[in-house]
């Protein structure tokens, strides 16, 4: 009672501006006056343990970040059961900040935005006398529109460190994303150890060079690849939760498994030999799904995947998948023949052994009380209920599956690609697609057009990618996430009727852009023409 009036009477009435927050939250109401967090006392009050690393570790930094001087203000963590599990509140005073949630994630995403109000050395600790403390007096009350904020990482095509890795995990944290989707298998390279198949990495991992540029008829003669122990897995899953993230492993299947068959010939139709493939292209081999063992051999690695993943979902990919190996392998023809698939008007009866595989697989990993994404083409015939449908096709996927009654993830490529150029001039552009996804087209994406009202419901949220073809070093990553994921971050997040392209873009060059730089990451700044 007592807190509550000191708050109404030092931060309450309505005036016109904005935060230096993204995303931007969904209810911000200023007040009169100002705090200075400089040495401000964080403390909790009835805050359970299991909550407070991220307060803790936040006192840290702004003490760090204060020259460890004292202040005789406060920022106090509270908790609120009546708030949802990523709601959180703050109510800021001009001598008390007080901040409210229910939840880890609430905690976390509270201190984030509290980050964002204060200088960028509060993010590493560094003190700078000429920092401007001040945080305008404010009441904020903020929860995420969408439950999934995702960003995806491709370790196929060109492999990142763990250390990479979680430099990635760090700036998804800090705009509030809460899904990682880890690409780890592909035609170019298996990057997860499975241990009852050695193979799949002192084969499968390594491939006999790469094409140069555009010139698929070249390799540069370098031999190439890497691997994820089950240790190292593991360290991640905890480092990401850390920062409030879970991640989303994903076996491509039954296309994109050359480095599998490679490693174990004879799960293709023909046999092989295989080799990896070396340029960026689409195999025509796939993983014969006429025989048993092909069928073993992926629930023994699905089997591993989620000892490691103790999260929901696993990703099944399910794109892209050629049947021509299957019109001519008898295993895959006695198959057809077994469970009585013909052709249709609209598709061949190989398009209908497909849907058999995905479902075949759910259902295993539904006895491992998981959940299965792939990519839109698995909504292409027949799907179990149950399944989640990844929108990349641009966004007819996700709207046949949310009036389908399926749950769909929305990653149309033309607005959340990164690996797509953000300058209209590719030839000023690091080498990579051609394609034009600015800044600008990111941020003014709306998930929920041309879906119908009652079908909202199935739309969960949003990802962006970064598919790495062309991307071969972590300060390219960085240039092509950044900042193009803080607006990404802000559809996944913001209402629609938060959202101020002009007030976002002056936020990202003013306060946004000096915090990246602070941590040391690479960004575009085509946003500042």
């Known amino acids: 009672m007592i807190i509550g009036m000191l708050l109404a009477l030092s931060a309450c009435s309505d005036t016109a501006g904005s935060l230096p927050v993204v995303p931007y939250p969904q209810d911000v109401a200023f007040g009169t006056g100002s705090f200075n967090a400089c040495g401000a006392k964080v403390r909790s009050e009835g805050l ?16 760090k970040a204060s020259g460890n001087r004292s202040g005789g203000s406060a920022i106090v963590f509270h908790n609120d059961t009546t708030l949802s599990c990523e709601e959180y509140s703050i109510k800021v005073g001009r001598r008390r900040i007080d901040v409210y949630s229910s939840s880890y994630n609430g905690v976390l995403y509270a201190v984030n935005t509290l980050k964002q109000l204060m200088p960028a050395g509060i993010y590493s600790g560094e003190y700078d006398p000429e920092a401007d403390w ?38 998804m944290s800090i705009y509030k994303l809460n899904r990682f989707h ?38 540069d ?5 890497g691997f994820y122990t089950h240790e190292q897995l593991r360290d991640v899953v905890a480092y990401a939760a850390e920062r409030g993230i879970e991640i989303v492993p994903e076996i491509d299947l039954p296309a994109h498994m050359v480095s599998a068959l490679a490693a174990y010939p004879h799960l293709g139709c023909t046999g092989g030999p295989y080799d990896l493939m070396t340029v960026w292209d689409i195999a025509k081999d796939v993983l014969c799904v006429g025989k048993d063992s092909s069928f073993d051999f992926l629930e023994d690695v699905l089997s591993e995947i989620c000892e490691i993943f103790p999260y929901e979902y696993i990703h099944i990919g399910g794109d892209e998948c050629p049947k021509i190996r299957w019109e001519n392998c008898p295993h895959c023809q006695a198959r057809i023949k077994a469970l009585g698939l013909k052709d249709t008007d609209k598709w061949k ?3 209908y052994l497909q849907n058999y595989v995905t479902a075949r697989v759910q259902k295993f990993l539904a006895g491992k009380g998981k959940k299965v994404i792939g990519w839109d083409e698995i909504l292409e015939g027949d799907l179990a209920p ?52 600015p800044v600008e087209k990111c941020y003014g994406y709306e998930p929920l057009e041309g879906i119908p009202e009652e079908a909202h419901k199935h739309i969960l949220g ?34 629609p009727e938060d959202k101020d392209y002009d007030r976002f873009r002056e936020d990202v060059i003013k306060h946004q852009f000096p915090v990246l730089k602070s941590l040391g990451y690479t960004y575009c700044k085509v946003i500042e023409d």
């Open 349 to 351: 009866a190989e398009h």
């Open 48 to 63: 359970p343990a299991e909550l407070r690393a991220p307060a803790d570790s936040f006192a840290v930094l702004l003490k």
């Open 134 to 171: 001040d945080i305008t007096c404010v009441s904020i009350k903020d929860k995420p529109r969408f439950g999934y904020r995702g960003a995806l990482l491709d370790c196929s095509r060109h492999f990142f460190s763990i250390e990479e890795i979680k430099r990635y995990l760090d700036v």
């Open 462 to 495: 949003v990802q962006c990618n970064v598919w790495t073809e062309f991307i071969a070093t972590p300060a390219h990553v960085q240039y092509m996430l950044l900042p193009r994921m803080l607006a990404i971050s802000e559809v996944q997040w913001s209402s």
């Open 182 to 219: 880890w690409h780890l298998t592909d035609d170019h390279g298996w990057r997860v150890e499975i241990k009852k198949y050695p193979l799949l990495t002192e084969v499968g991992s390594w491939r006999n060079g790469t094409m140069i540029g555009w010139d698929a008829d070249s390799n």
């Open 386 to 437: 149950g399944a989640t449908i990844m929108s990349w096709r641009g966004v007819e996927g996700g709207k046949q599956a949310a009036q389908k009654g399926f749950d769909a993830i929305m990653t149309p490529c033309e607005y959340c690609y990164l690996n797509y150029c953000q300058s209209d001039k590719p030839e000023l552009e690091p080498l990579g697609f051609h394609e034009y996804v």
């Open 221 to 225: 003669g370098i031999r190439y690849g």
